[in-house]
């Protein structure tokens, strides 16, 4: 083997990931990060003395994204699944007033949740990259 073959050969095996593969593992890193801060606020709250709710919660999204990440077969379907409910859910309880009758003195609702408005945009793009993204390594 020459030095331009062997050169070839070597840098062959050490390409840099392409764009495809860059948004499949970012989606995979925010799904897990979008459901271990739920879950670190579940186990909070349940060592305080809470609910169980919020745990169960936090596991679809982390789990997910673990899936993601390992590049399991056939995952895309349920990332962006459990990516595109949570979005969902987070974009409407961000912009719909849920929090009882106006106030009597005539003061306007609140305004939209800007952290609820974060995390759908957050799940959002985390169901967009998982679907432009590529598993294979």
Known sequence: MTEPEFVAAETEGRRSPSIRQQAWFVAGILLVVLGALPLAAGL???????????????LPPAAAGV?????????????????LAYAAFALYVATTALRGPAPEDGSAAPGPDLVLLLVGVAFGAAAVLTLLGDPER
């Open 67 to 83: 899936l993601v990440l390992r590049r399991v077969s056939a995952v895309r379907t349920t990332a962006v699944s459990v990516a």
């Open 44 to 58: 909070v709250g349940l060592a305080t003395g809470g609910e169980v709710a919020f745990l169960v919660l936090a």
